[in-house]
């Protein structure tokens, strides 16, 4: 699957499909800059079994929004793992009004620093509350799941 750079806007066919993280494993990663040029950040993954290192740009995280900055076009999510901060919400789609203190949300985007919490770009969100109970308590299930599977 490629995506549109949020950069250029053109569609990027070496950029990786978003990978399900928590926040607790982003601040805990490493970065390093990747064959093209971009930085990456190489992370612990979720779980038993695979030991190697999972390297992600572009995330898909969830969490419950605590703070929104409209002035500053972020917003501060936490998750269970802890804080991460999404900035360039103003210039996304969101659907139904997402950016509201309380909101259980979804938020796809490119990591931009990791220390001393999680910063990433946004490109997508979606609001999840309606069903938030099941997304919340699944969430950690679904990232184990992918992370695992993930060569």
């Given amino acids: 699957m490629a995506l549109t750079s949020p950069e250029t806007g053109v569609l990027d066919k ?10 607790g494993q982003l601040r805990d990663g490493k970065i390093r800059i990747g064959s093209n040029g ?6 612990k ?26 002035d500053r076009n972020t917003i501060v999510l936490l998750d269970e793992t802890g804080n991460f901060v999404v900035g360039g919400v103003n210039n996304i789609p969101k659907g139904k009004p997402c950016l509201i203190h309380g909101k259980y949300v979804m938020v796809m985007g490119q990591v931009q620093t990791h220390s001393p919490e999680p910063v990433l770009r946004a490109v997508k969100m979606a609001d999840l ?16 799941d992918l992370q695992q599977t993930l060569p």
């Fill in 38 to 43: 971009k930085s990456e950040f190489s992370i």
């Fill in 45 to 70: 993954r979720v779980g038993q079994g695979k030991e190697n290192s999972l390297v992600v740009s572009i995330v898909w995280m969830q969490g419950t929004v605590v703070e929104v900055q409209p």
């Fill in 129 to 144: 509350s309606d069903n938030s109970l099941i997304h919340k308590r699944l969430w950690k299930y679904e990232v184990e």
């Fill in 14 to 23: 070496t950029r990786s499909p978003p990978v399900k993280v928590l926040s």
